[in-house]
């Protein structure tokens, strides 16, 4: 993805940026993909900087702080026309046809979060229609996916402002687009926050993920659907690494919970109505564009303004740990999902015969300490952070993770992930 906009306002961005510079100007860059991949790394710390510096205040505690700073940068009218006009149907379809004679056609449905952007621009730089619905809720800072927003503007991806719960507006994009794929990425994620809003997590992640299967299962032709589980339905399970086929029957959060019940739901839809059904359980994912809730994120920002960040260990003092996953890895593992999906068997709300229903591990196999994250960090902005080890709340945060990826490699046809590791060897 694109580098956002102007990043020097510290001695450290500065010094970030031109290593940047000194790494483009002798065309390291370009030397070899170990140079390529330590660039990327680069450019993720420097936009979590950016954002970490030039964002409202962010707890990881309380998300909600971030929309009493609400702060649009962007004029939404910028993004929007009128919903249902001639010009917004011309987006639409202007948006979701593939340029690729063989492209698919993808409604991503969190097209400004995270990982749905990312999947957004790489979908559509290979030629698919990409169309984005989102939103832009206020769980964390609305002008942060404003920003995302924009990049993918330019990358001619429009993205639809409107409520997975919204069965007219659904049924209305597939009135205009005979979709191919979903690729469903919209969710309320965090898992703490889950004990400050509960009823977020119902709305979005099962009421919402419904309605959208409702409105898939009588689409014609109905849509192959890709959508994003999670690593804490692994709960408490403690046998590792975590493969598909171990048990999921003890959620450690209400995040957790609706994420395995999205499976289960999954199961009854593709077995009722014979929609074509692929989860991914992502594990803690990180990158450029990255969520301001999560751990990475508002360490650095507290470390930079020398404020103390908790450091969780187990209940008997061992360390916390869990299995950090790139972002490009998570993309490839959506599109390769994408790619392999069968089409869904049924047609007007009837199942014509048996359709594919798959779960996968989206994890790196390499399980990071979380105190090993932060020296980490302390490393990259050479300061040291004011720790605070304490016993993990128990609050829906499990021990640790790791994840078996053979099923996703094998099915997807991918050769590797990126080491955290490796970036560490190289930075540091
Ligand atoms: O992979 C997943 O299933 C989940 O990954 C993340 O959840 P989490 O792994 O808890 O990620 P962070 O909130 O960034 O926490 C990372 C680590 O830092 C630890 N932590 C967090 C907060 C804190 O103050 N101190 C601390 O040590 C956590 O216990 C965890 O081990 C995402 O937030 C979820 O939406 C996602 O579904």
Not at 6 to 23: G, I, P, V
Not at 159 to 181: C, Q, R, S, W, Y
Not at 202 to 211: H, K, P, R, W, Y
Request: charged share 20%; glycine share 8%.
């Amino acid at each position: 993805m694109a580098s956002p906009p102007d990043t020097s306002k510290t001695l450290k961005l500065e010094r970030y940026n031109s290593y940047l510079r000194r790494l483009h100007s002798t065309k390291v860059i370009n030397a070899s993909s170990k140079y390529l991949f330590r660039a990327a790394l680069l450019i993720a710390l420097v936009v979590i900087l950016f954002f970490t510096l030039n964002y409202p205040p962010f707890s990881g505690n309380n998300p909600n702080h971030a929309h009493l700073h609400h702060r649009n940068f962007l004029s939404a009218s910028l993004f929007t026309s009128t919903a249902g006009g001639a010009a917004w149907e011309k987006q639409v379809r202007h948006s979701s046809t593939p340029k690729n004679p063989n492209g698919l056609s993808v409604l991503v449905t969190g097209a400004a979060g995270f990982v749905g952007s990312h999947c957004s621009i790489a979908l559509r730089k290979r030629g698919d229609g990409v169309l984005g619905l989102d939103n832009f809720n206020s769980y964390y800072d609305p002008s942060l996916k404003r920003a995302r927003q924009n990049l993918l503007l330019k990358n001619q991806v429009f993205i639809v402002e409107g409520d997975l719960n919204d069965a007219p507006l659904l049924t209305k994009l597939f009135d205009i687009v005979p979709f191919t794929h979903i690729l469903h990425l919209a969710a309320q994620a965090g898992v703490r926050y889950a004990m400050q809003n509960p009823q977020s997590y119902v709305s979005s992640n099962i009421a919402g993920f419904v309605n959208l299967l409702e409105v898939a299962k009588t689409a014609n032709p109905q849509p192959a659907i890709v959508w994003a589980s999670s690593s804490s339905v692994y709960g408490l399970n403690s046998k590792v690494p975590f493969s598909e086929s171990d048990r999921t029957d003890q959620p450690a959060s209400l995040y957790a919970a609706t994420k395995k019940a999205g499976e289960e739901i999954a199961h009854t839809y593709n077995h009722i109505y014979g929609l074509s059904l692929t989860g991914l359980r992502f594990f803690t994912v990180y990158g450029p564009w990255g969520r301001p809730d999560m751990a990475y994120f508002f360490f650095t920002k507290d470390i930079l303004q020398g404020k103390p960040i908790d450091v969780y260990q187990t209940q008997d003092k061992k360390q916390v740990a869990r299995d950090f996953t790139y972002i490009d890895d998570v993309v490839k593992g959506c599109l390769g999902a994408l790619d392999t999906a069968e089409k869904s068997t049924g047609s007007g709300g009837k199942k014509k015969g048996p359709a594919q229903l798959r779960v996968y591990n989206l994890g790196n196999t390499s399980p990071v300490p979380v105190a090993r994250l932060v020296s980490i960090l302390e490393g990259l902005l050479s300061t040291k952070a004011k720790k605070h080890v304490i016993k993990m709340p128990r609050n829906g945060d499990v021990p640790y993770t790791h994840a078996n990826v053979t099923l996703a490699f094998r099915d997807f046809g991918i050769q590797t992930f990126h080491r955290f590791s490796y970036w560490v060897e190289k930075i540091c």
